[in-house]
């Protein structure tokens, strides 16, 4: 390597020194001096030492970034806006994805640890609290959704689920319906509590009760979404279902479509999250907006922060996402309010002849108002 500077600083006419400050992107290097060490850089193809740089200017220049699951429609979004941030504040990301296993979860996060990364954004919506108390005394800045412990170098991305949720409730009850079930998500995740308490809240607010059987618990899959919609037909025959991701909606809508319902004229479905699917499904899917990029951006910045030391002293760094509703074409005035009475006509052989929609459309009777 000193072989290398010492070729490179002859040639850009510089000090060894010079060439180690600017290639170690140390600020005070002259624009001047650094734009000629890097061409020469560029011109003898030299690529530095990371491993040595890290040890002069005491940074990896490398993120971790943890999600959940990578072939889940919600994270491709994140990790490409992470990326793209990441390249263009000269940094690398160290990527992995936990699929749901704790243990998998603490030796990856204890691998970027061993790499020195700067810095590490667990965006998995699900953490256990001991993993936390692990890590925070490593002194590695952290990024957390929902769940970060109230201590320094840890940041803390608070998803506002409650203002897109009471917005979807509100806009299925502007339609009349007043029996409007919910799909929760695995009930271990704090972010699924979340999304079930926000639905009961914004449904109290409204005056409309909500009963035991009106949520179904689900796994935030499309298989869970499809078991989801015969749990909510047989118990009370709703004619809305807000789901906690778009995942379990695009489930329950291919469930439907096989059983013979409408979507919206007998049954609207509402999702959670927007992920790119949802507004090329048939009919396009109203849901509630957390966006993914905006996501990934919050957390970048609160890991810069963290490092350029522009976080508080005391306490960690709160940060706010806020959800809305998009609005879409999987929604509609309930049944019996708009017109809509005749007969569904369905083609091909659907196996949901138990439904209780078709059901009621065999014996002559009208939808459910």
């Known amino acids: 390597m000193d072989m290398d500077i010492r070729e490179i600083a002859r040639r850009a006419k510089v000090s ?9 992107r140390i600020p005070t290097v002259d624009p001047q001096l650094a734009k000629r060490v890097w061409k020469v850089v560029d011109e003898l193809g030299y690529y530095p030492n990371t491993q040595a740089r890290a040890l002069v200017s005491g940074k990896s220049r490398i993120f971790g970034l943890v999600v959940s699951e990578i072939t889940n429609p919600f994270f491709p979004e994140i990790v490409q806006t992470f990326e793209n941030l990441a390249v263009q504040h000269n940094y690398e990301i160290l ?18 640890i061993e790499r020195r990364v700067d810095g590490v954004a667990i965006l ?29 170098g840890v940041s803390n991305i608070r998803v506002n689920y409650q203002n897109g949720i009471r917005q979807a409730v509100q806009h299925l009850a502007a339609l009349r319906h007043t ?82 319902i409408n979507i919206p004229h007998d049954l609207s479905v509402v999702g959670f999250d927007d992920i790119r699917l949802s507004e090329f499904m048939i009919p396009p899917l109203t849901t509630v907006q957390m966006s993914q990029t905006e996501l990934a951006q919050i957390a970048f910045k609160a890991l810069m922060n ?18 809305h509703l998009v609005l879409r074409r999987s ?18 052989a659907g196996r949901g002849l138990s439904s209780p929609y078709r059901a009621r459309r065999r014996k002559g009777m009208k939808p459910l108002a």
């Not at 998995?124 to 320094?152: A, Y």
């Not at 963290?306 to 996402?321: F, N, T, W």
């Not at 309930?334 to 091909?348: F, I, T, W, Y």
Request: proline share 6%; hydrophobic share 40%.
């Open 16 to 24: 060894t020194a010079t060439v180690s400050r600017a290639i170690n």
């Open 95 to 112: 990527l992995t994805s936990t699929i749901h296993d704790p243990k998998r979860m603490e030796s990856s996060v204890r691998r970027m």
């Open 124 to 152: 998995t919506f699900g953490m256990e609290d001991s993993l936390i108390e692990h890590l925070r005394f490593r002194k590695v800045p952290l990024v957390f959704v929902d769940v970060g412990p109230d201590v320094p």
């Open 179 to 260: 029996r409007i079930a919910f799909v929760t998500g695995p009930l271990h995740l704090k972010s699924a509590l979340a999304r079930r308490d926000a639905f009961k809240t914004a449904m109290e607010e409204i005056g409309l009760p909500v009963a035991p059987e009106q949520i179904v618990v689900g796994d935030h899959t499309m298989e869970g979404g499809m078991r989801a919609l015969d749990l909510i037909s047989v118990r009370d025959c709703p004619t809305a279902v807000l789901c906690s991701n778009d995942m379990t909606a695009i489930g329950l809508m291919r469930e439907a479509y096989d059983q013979g």
């Open 306 to 323: 963290e490092v350029d030391g522009e976080s508080p002293a005391q306490g960690k760094s709160e940060y706010e996402l806020n959800t």
């Open 331 to 348: 929604t509609a005035l309930a049944p019996g309010h708009d017109g809509r009475l005749k007969p569904l006509m369905v083609s091909g």
